[in-house]
């Protein structure tokens, strides 16, 4: 078992968000919590995402035409649409006009996707935790980021029509990068990811995260107790170290 050292307040939180856009870079702020821009509040992008998906076929025992009349069926009863309109809509955060098919496809679909990482500055980037990713462990991942290399990108990639394996792995992430006028790394904030990411190939993306604020301080042991994100929902909310 991995021991805890030196717990301490971090910002930390679960994210469960619908992507906003397909094919298009997004940017994501760890201490707000948030995507940036047009689609959130958060204001540094510590990294960007881009999504594509593609839809491969249906899931139905009963055949696709069978399926569209039941559907169909549904969209003549108002309460019913009601009912699937507003489940599509808190799916995709979004207020899209829901079609026959588009409900079919969601609810039944077979999908495939990736999500495109990457990282801006020369230092930033994210590092794959496995062989010191203990899944046995209260605390998983090791103490503190390592100070080396990071990867300017990752892919992952999500699909709905067979069993995958939960991989047990977490990443570190380092972001939001200073250097001196020899382009020297100065300072750089340390994040993990608790987790391997869970894509859902439809469009959602869902992850844990602590997110060190001091410059510099690579421990990320989280004190739960002292969490600095308030007012979070509790599905938001993270317990371990």
């Known amino acids: 078992m991995r021991r805890i050292l030196e717990p301490r307040a971090l910002l930390a939180r679960k994210v469960n968000r619908a992507i ?3 094919e298009k870079w997004i940017g994501f702020d760890l201490e707000a919590g948030d995507w940036v821009g047009e689609f959130g509040d958060g204001r540094v992008a510590d990294f960007e995402v881009r999504f ?39 799916f995709y955060e979004s207020t899209k006009e829901l079609t026959v098919e588009s409900a079919l496809r969601h609810s039944s679909g077979k999908w495939e996707a990736e999500l495109e990482f990457r990282f801006s500055g020369r230092y930033e980037g994210i590092l794959e935790v496995v062989d010191e990713y203990h899944s046995y462990s209260g605390l998983k991942m090791p103490n503190s980021a390592p100070d080396q290399e990071y990867r300017k990108t990752v892919v992952i990639e999500g699909e709905n029509h067979t069993a995958v394996p939960v991989e047990e792995k977490g990443y570190f992430l380092r972001v939001r990068e ?42 990320l042991e989280f004190d739960s107790d002292k969490n600095l994100f308030t007012g979070l929902e509790p599905n938001e909310r993270v317990t371990e170290p």
Do not use: C, H
Not at 59 to 76: K, S
Not at 187 to 210: H, M, T, V
């Open 20 to 22: 906003p856009e397909d």
């Open 52 to 90: 594509k998906n593609e839809f491969v076929g249906y899931q139905l025992f009963m055949g696709e035409e069978e399926g569209l009349r039941r559907t169909q069926a549904d969209f003549d009863d108002p309460n019913r649409y009601r009912e699937r309109s507003k489940t599509f809509n808190r």
């Open 178 to 219: 200073q250097t001196d006028e020899n382009g020297e790394l100065v300072s750089a904030n340390y994040a993990k990811f608790f987790q391997a990411l869970k894509l859902d190939p439809r469009g959602r993306i869902e992850f844990s995260y602590a997110f060190n604020p001091d410059p510099n301080d690579r421990n």
